[in-house]
């Protein structure tokens, strides 16, 4: 197999005999051999919509395929079979309809006809195209690179139209640009330059894309309040909710009313409380249990009561657990418990429901605790006169945006310490399930402010930027002229996404860890530092030093 889509990958170099996230090259492959699919089914979308075609459905499909490939959501070699499946019946489709609208005989390529044997091994006809991809970028891996490099990115992007799609925000831009991305990964002509320029576009449309997501949830749920959420247990039957489908956490909101069950969210979910039209409505999702995603095999074993896994990030399940988790959407393992979506994609929670009422559920109240969300864009930028007055005071005297991604790796502890030595007079701001490093930590206020700002989840990443382009705009300079400084961490391709934003956007000396992508060449990693001045964390003293000097 070859795969270094991930931070964790193995040795820093990709992993060739067995997913470090757990994906079997076996998988590995046949998503492979969907990305190809996928490449010819955006060659004949293209033509369908030069010709005022509809292809919603084409749209939608493909962004969920896309999503299904990245690291920790689905496993099951034989959900991606069916994709690819669906991938070739679409395309059938769509040409039925283009030749219908043209009245002419269309000239496909080899790419737009091609159909695996499904007689025959999809696993070694992916790993046939794994190489052939590898293979005609030729010696020039920097050209490699960035086709890595906007592949991962689109596969960020198509997660966040998908979710953005669930609560009808979409923009047909977003879809023309991820089918010709698409296409333009077998292209062969296209210079280094070219390539860079793409992946920069990957950061615009991403930009868009984010833009889409953010009005879904704050149209649907309200624009995020600080909100208090208990971090204890109370008595009763439960169900925990992990994930980042605010949609899907509605749901089953709405089908556990009057049950006597309480809903805990899990990981990406906890910025869900700071949604009032959520938190008011249902009093039933009273607090969060546990911490990040690679958590979760210790979190779901202790868990009482069913678990729902709405998107990425899943383990590999435990047997102790396994009988009360629930996967929907794109989210598979061979094992679970899968709930199929209606015709507006959402299921039927009762088989959750029932598991949740025959488990025990919690004996016991626990003594409360609690932690502080929803500092998103509304509410920071409401205060903005607070905050700048006090950077011109000088009470504030720098801020940090520390966060991103959380992982497995013990050099990840960085973050927690880097927060710990942060100066009294400044201010850290967080958001993803990077925060669960340091999120219970009690850093105090300034002016009257805290100290330390959950922004939301890694799907809030557009809050977190609107927010510096908010100050900057207030202060009449720019984001790399503000007392800001980024430190972030990645795991998967949203967070490759979210950095090809920055960049498109022009945001400099971002420091980035655990590590640079495996998929990063020299050449390449040398070109960011020289134009951007990205550059890896060091020790959280060297850091903080460099930042504040």
Known sequence: MFCEQCEQTASGNGCHQWGACGKSPQVNAVQDLLIHCLQG?????????????????????????????MTNVNFQQQ????????????????????QQASNTSEKWSELACFEPDFDSSLVEQGQDISLKFISQSGTDIDIFSLKLTVLYGIKGVASYAFHAQELGQADEAVYQFCYQALVNLQRQDLSLNDWVNLALEVGKINLRTMELLDAGHTTTYGHPTPTPIPLNTRKGKAILVSGHDLKQLKALLEQTVDTGITVYTHGELLPAHGYPLLKQTYPHLYGHYGTAWQNQTRDFAKFPGAIVLTTNCLMPPHEEYQDKLFTLGPVGYTGLIYLPGNSEGTPDFTPVIQKALELPGFTEDEPPRQVMTGFARNAVLGVADRVLAAIDSGKIRHLFLIGGCDGAKPDRNYYTEIVEKVPQDCVVLTLACGKFRFFDKNLGEIAGLPRLMDVGQCNDAYSAIQIALGLAKALNTTVNELPLSLILSWYEQKAIAVLLTLLYLGIKDIRLG????????????KLLAENYNLKPITTPDEDLAACLG
């Open 79 to 98: 959900r991606f079979t069916e994709y690819i499946k669906q991938a070739i019946a679409v395309r059938e489709k769509l040409k039925v309809q283009i």
């Open 514 to 525: 655990p590590t640079i992508p495996a998929f990063l060449s020299p050449n390449i990693l």
């Open 41 to 69: 089914l955006a060659q004949v979308a293209l033509r369908a919509r030069e010709l005022g075609i509809k292809t919603q459905v084409a749209d939608l499909f493909t962004c969920e395929a896309l999503f299904a490939t």
